[in-house]
């Protein structure tokens, strides 16, 4: 069964924290994705990767980086979290370009 | 930037009624897919249609695909509590990137 896992359900961080969230498949799958989801404005692409160290901006990457340093894994860091990076954030994988794989979700709380 | 709009944003429906919801996108797609998310978890994979495909099924489900309207259907027959959730479409066009739209939220009432 294909399973994609993030490294938190629930994360509190206060401002200006340095904030990884992780996210693992194993899946072998090429293609990784962070998105961001907030009410009224489904999910938003922040960044995504097509294979072992390479990454494109998505539609929101301002504030964030990421890292794929290994096949399975792809880290989302928020350099400097702010209020306004609380939300859901939701890794998934792929093969090709067609269904996507999603992990269970990140709600990050920046007080 | 979001490609895919669903309406309704809201359906409130009996238990055993049909369901329907739709899509529309504004550039050319390679395929549609529609995802379901149950409250606060991940999005789970429920049909892809390709662009050259005008209807699919997948059990309760089907989907219609108007490429000349850019509009897609989901159809949910005898619709029971567990279809509760937001229902999402998604088009992966020529960027290498699904985009989604901002959901249907579906309540299925006993």
């Known amino acids: 069964d294909v399973k994609v896992t993030q490294s938190s359900r629930y994360l509190v961080k206060r401002t200006g924290e340095k904030v990884f969230l992780e996210c693992v498949q194993d899946?072998?799958?090429?293609?990784m994705f962070w998105y961001r989801q907030d009410p009224g404005l489904g999910l938003r692409l922040i960044y995504f990767?097509?294979?072992?160290?390479?990454?494109e901006k998505g539609d929101i990457p301002e504030g964030y980086s990421v890292s794929r340093e290994k096949k399975e894994r792809f880290s989302l860091i928020l350099e400097s979290a702010s209020t306004n990076q609380t939300s859901m954030y939701l890794c998934?994988?792929?093969?090709?370009?067609?269904?996507?794989?999603f992990g269970p979700g990140t709600r990050l709380l920046v007080l | 930037s979001q490609q895919g709009e669903e309406d309704p944003q809201a359906l409130s429906i009996q238990e055993g009624e049909n369901a329907t919801m739709n899509c529309s996108y504004k550039?050319?797609?390679?395929?549609l897919q529609w995802y379901r998310q149950n409250s606060g978890r991940g999005l789970v994979h429920l049909i892809l249609?390709?662009?050259?495909?005008r209807e699919k099924h997948s059990g309760r489900l089907r989907v219609t695909l108007d490429t000349s309207k850019k509009s897609s259907s989901l159809l949910i027959t005898a619709s029971r509590a567990a279809d509760t959730a937001s229902y999402f479409c998604?088009?992966?066009?020529?960027?290498?990137?699904?985009?989604f739209g901002s959901g249907t939220q579906l309540t299925v009432l006993p």
């Open positions: 998934a994988s792929s093969s090709e370009w067609k269904t996507q794989y």
């Open positions: 899946m072998d799958h090429e293609n």
């Open positions: 990767s097509y294979d072992v160290k390479m990454k």
């Open positions: 550039t050319s797609i390679n395929n």
């Open positions: 249609i390709r662009s050259n495909e």
């Open positions: 998604a088009t992966y066009g020529s960027a290498r990137q699904l985009t």
